[in-house]
Nanobody, 124 residues
Framework: VQLQASGGGLVQAGGSLRLSCEAS????????MGWFRQAPGKEREFVAH????????SYSDSVKGRFTISRHNAKNTVYLQMNSLGPEDTAVYYC??????????????????WGQGTQVTVSS
């Protein structure tokens, strides 16, 4: 199983980025997908997750209304559209794949598969 995250970079506050995570080696449409982030010296924190068919999404309070998670099962890819970025969003962003029930998707320990991470840096 491989999850390849991309799309990170340096952006000014108020800007936007779109992260992508392409999966291989698993039946993508059978997995729920999540995005997490980890800032230096902090634990990995939940950002957003999406159900296997894309019909259900959930967001952390800190990104709700600014970030949008989506997926394209035919392309084995999950996306994270990030708008109105602020310095507090600076972190390494990770995508994960899981088959646990939706209620467990905010816990990173429930994800057996992870991408390598992509750095997002927001300058003020």
């Amino acid at each position: 199983v491989q999850l390849q995250a991309s799309g990170g970079g340096l952006v000014q506050a108020g800007g936007s980025l779109r992260l992508s995570c392409e999966a291989s080696g698993l039946t993508f449409s059978g997995y729920r997908m999540g995005w997490f982030r980890q800032a230096p010296g902090k634990e990995r924190e939940f950002v957003a997750h999406i159900s296997a068919n894309g019909g259900t999404t959930s967001y952390s309070d800190s990104v709700k209304g600014r970030f949008t998670i989506s997926r394209h099962n035919a392309k084995n890819t999950v996306y994270l559209q990030m708008n109105s970025l602020g310095p507090e969003d600076t972190a390494v962003y990770y995508c994960g794949a899981s088959r646990v029930v939706l209620s467990g998707l905010k816990d990173p320990s429930n994800y057996p598969y992870w991408g390598q991470g992509t750095q997002v840096t927001v300058s003020s």
